[in-house]
């Protein structure tokens, strides 16, 4: 989208791109998608980290990714929509990166965080614009859920994420992970 540009409304898609229901029927799939995947990176990292003082922190973020997971749950059966075929791999997936970056440390852990939930920000965003002022309510809780986020983002980084070994190439390895996984969850 070329900057000041208007987003598209839902009705407005190109020839051969999925109409409304469609479109809406992959928001509520991805997002249901990356919420399981987040969900599965804390039980990951508190497989390792559980009994360290980072432990009621990652507990704390669990809760509400479990929260954030409910509800897409919740509109999934609302609606009929289908999860992704992907969901078995994002349970694997998803415990191993959260474990991986764990035994690199807390800080790793932590990096792992400001990552996806920076990836997880510019994915919300951008559907937020393509709802535009349509399902004002699947809006709303995409930007209540943005917000969540973006707190992640900060506590990890209030928890040494940036003093993470590797930082900068493990921090840019997660988000082409997580961008290719939300591609694919809204392809399958
Ligand atoms: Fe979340
Ligand atoms: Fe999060």
Excluded at 27 to 55: F, S
Excluded at 95 to 112: I, N
Excluded at 168 to 178: D, E, G, Y
């Amino acid at each position: 989208m070329k900057p000041g540009a208007k987003p598209r409304t839902l009705d407005q898609s190109m020839p051969g791109e999925p109409g409304r229901e469609e479109t809406i029927a992959r928001m509520i799939r991805v997002d249901q998608a990356g919420e399981y995947g987040a969900a599965r990176i804390y039980a990951g990292q508190l497989a390792v980290l559980g009994r360290t003082k980072a432990a009621p922190t990652l507990r704390r973020m669990a809760e509400q990714e479990q929260r954030h997971l409910d509800e897409f749950n919740r509109m999934m059966i609302e609606r009929r929509v289908r999860p992704t075929l992907l969901q078995p791999l994002w349970h694997v997936a998803g415990f191993a990166l959260g474990a991986a970056t764990a035994m690199l440390g807390e800080k790793a852990a932590m990096a792992c965080t400001v990552a996806v939930e920076e990836t997880i920000d510019a994915h919300y965003r951008r559907q937020a614009a393509r709802l535009g002022d349509e399902e004002p309510k699947l809006k709303d809780t995409i930007e209540e859920f943005r917000e969540d986020e973006l707190e992640h983002r900060a506590i990890a980084l209030e928890h040494g994420a940036k003093e993470a070994p590797l930082y900068a190439p493990l921090t840019f390895a997660i988000k082409r992970a997580s961008r290719l996984a939300i591609w694919l969850s809204e392809r399958f």
